[in-house]
C-alpha cells in the first residue's frame, strides 16, 4: 500500500465533509459557497455517520435512488453526486481513502422511475397558461412583474436588482447590470450572472405597459424593496408570493419563477428566432445553455410542418420580427 494512504476508519463522512467545505471556501463567490450549504445538508443526513473509507458506490446509488423516491428535483440530485465527487476527491488526494466511490456511481440521466424513462428537467408555461396567466393576474407589482419576466427572459436575481433608472420611461426597454445573489440568506448585490448577462434587452410593444408600471409603482432604489427601508428583496420571499399569484390565478400548474424564462425562449425559438439572438437576449454565455431551455413538443413540430405547406413559390415571405412575433399571439 502506499505510503500516503493512512485509512481512518473512525473518520465520519459527515466530519470530512465539514472539512472540506471550510477548505473549499477560498474557491468560489460567496454566494455561491453560502448555495452549497443546502446541497451539503443532504449529504450529511444520508452520509453523516457512516465511516468515510467505508462508503461505497453501491451506498451512493442508493442514496440518490432514495432522494428521488422523496421528491427531490433532477438538478438537486445531480448537485448532490457532483459534491459527492469533489467530497471525495478531496479526501483521495488526502490519502484518507482508496478510490473515489462517487466516480463509480451511476450517472444521474433522470428521475422517472428509478432514474429510467422521460423526464423534463426544464419545463415552460404553455400557450393556454401564458394567455390565462395574462389575463388575470393582479395589475399590481407581483402581476405585472411575472408579466415583465414572461416578456423578457430576465433571471428573478436581475428583477429584484432592477432599479428604476434601469427602465426607458416608455417601458421598451430593460438595461440589466446588477443581480441579486443570497449569501448566508441574506440579499447581496452584486454582477450578472456572466459577462454576457450585463445586456439590454428590447421588450415587445404589448409588454411595455407592465414593465412602464415597475418603473411608475416601484420601491427606491430598487423596483423590488423591503417595505420600509432600502433593503434588497430576497429571492425566497419573492418565490413565496409568484407561487401563491399562480395559485390565486389557477389553471396553469406550479412552475418556478424561472421557468417563465423557460418559457420566454421557447416562444422565441417557435417564432423562428436564431439560437445566437436568443442567446444575447437572455445573457447565456454559451449557446448550448440556450438549447437546454428548448421545449419541442408534438404539436410545435406539426404547426411547423404546416407552415411548409402554406408556402408557395410564387409568395414573397414577410420580414419577421422575432421578439415581438414570439408574444403578439399570446395576447389574442
Known amino acids: 500500500m502506499d505510503a500516503c494512504i493512512r485509512i481512518d476508519k473512525k473518520m465520519r463522512f459527515s466530519d470530512w465533509a465539514d472539512t472540506w467545505y471550510g477548505d473549499y471556501k477560498s474557491e468560489v463567490q460567496p454566494s455561491t459557497y453560502s448555495s452549497y450549504q443546502y446541497t451539503l445538508k443532504a449529504l450529511k443526513k444520508g452520509f453523516a455517520d457512516q465511516s468515510l473509507a467505508e462508503i461505497l458506490p453501491i451506498h451512493i446509488n442508493r442514496f440518490l435512488d432514495k432522494l428521488s423516491a422523496d421528491g427531490y428535483s433532477l438538478s438537486m440530485i445531480r448537485k448532490c453526486r457532483a459534491m459527492l465527487i469533489q467530497i471525495f476527491d478531496a479526501a483521495d488526494s488526502n490519502g484518507l481513502i482508496l478510490r473515489n466511490p462517487a466516480r463509480r456511481a451511476k450517472t444521474v440521466r433522470n428521475k422517472t ?20 396567466l395574462m389575463r388575470t393576474l393582479p395589475d399590481d407589482l407581483l402581476g405585472n412583474s411575472i408579466r415583465t419576466l414572461l416578456g423578457s427572459g430576465m433571471r428573478v436575481q436581475e428583477l429584484l436588482a432592477l432599479r428604476p433608472e434601469d427602465i426607458s420611461e416608455d417601458g421598451s426597454v430593460i438595461r440589466i447590470e446588477y443581480a441579486v445573489k443570497m449569501v448566508n440568506g441574506v440579499p447581496q448585490l452584486g454582477p450578472p450572472k456572466s459577462v454576457r448577462s ?18 411608475e409603482h416601484s420601491g427606491a432604489p430598487y423596483v423590488w424593496t423591503c417595505p420600509g427601508g432600502s433593503h434588497l428583496y430576497g429571492i425566497g420571499a419573492f418565490r413565496r408570493r409568484f407561487y401563491t ?4 390565478a389557477g389553471q396553469v400548474r406550479r412552475l418556478s419563477p424561472h421557468c417563465c424564462r423557460h418559457t420566454y425562449v421557447t416562444m422565441l425559438q417557435a417564432s423562428g428566432v436564431p439560437m445566437e439572438t436568443i442567446a444575447a437576449l437572455t445573457g447565456h454565455a454559451d449557446i448550448k445553455t440556450t438549447e437546454g431551455y428548448l421545449h419541442q413538443s408534438a404539436e410545435s413540430l406539426a404547426k411547423a410542418v404546416e407552415v411548409l405547406n402554406g408556402i408557395r413559390a410564387s409568395s414573397k415571405v414577410p420580414a419577421l420580427d422575432g421578439t415581438n412575433g414570439a408574444v403578439n399571439r399570446y395576447n389574442s
Do not use: M, W
Not at 422511475?113 to 390565462?132: R, Y
Not at 399569484?245 to 390565486?248: H, T
Open 113 to 132: 422511475n428509478g432514474f429510467s424513462g422521460e423526464h423534463k428537467e426544464k419545463d415552460a408555461f404553455t400557450e393556454k397558461e401564458v394567455s390565462h
Open 198 to 215: 450585463r445586456r439590454t434587452i428590447p421588450i415587445p410593444e404589448q409588454f411595455c405597459p407592465f414593465v412602464r408600471y415597475l418603473r
Open 245 to 248: 399569484a399562480l395559485e390565486n
